[in-house]
């Protein structure tokens, strides 16, 4: 499986940004659809989830109430929408996928930088 994220940028502060994430080589049934993402410097860190069958997401805190995360399973993709970007989030936002019934993401994208100007 071949995750390639994209759709990172430069963006001020109070601007808004949708990544995406296209899975390519099997069709990720029953799988879980997450985004996480890395500062430089810090650890990487959850930011969202999604369910299969897009009924069922969760959020990281830092970032519940700007951020919507959503699947188009016809096109075996995942999307990030973030509203109201603030300098805090800059950092290579990545698209992994786990099986339903496993704990760790099996597989990761390469990754889109996301830069937020103040």
């Known amino acids: 499986v071949q995750l390639q994220a994209s759709g990172g940028g430069l963006v001020q502060a109070g601007g808004s940004l949708r990544l995406s994430c296209v899975a390519s080589g099997r069709t990720l049934s029953n799988y879980v659809m997450g985004w996480f993402r890395q500062a430089q410097g810090k650890e990487r860190e959850f930011v969202a989830h999604v369910t299969w069958s897009g009924a069922s997401t969760r959020y990281a805190d830092s970032v519940k109430g700007r951020v919507a995360i959503s699947r188009d399973n016809a096109k075996n993709t995942v999307y990030l929408q973030v509203n109201s970007l603030k300098p805090e989030d800059t950092a290579v936002y990545y698209c992994?996928?786990?099986?339903?019934?496993?704990?760790?993401?099996?597989?990761w994208g390469q990754g889109t930088k996301v830069t937020v100007s103040s």
């Open positions: 992994a996928a786990r099986y339903i019934y496993l704990s760790e993401y099996t597989y």
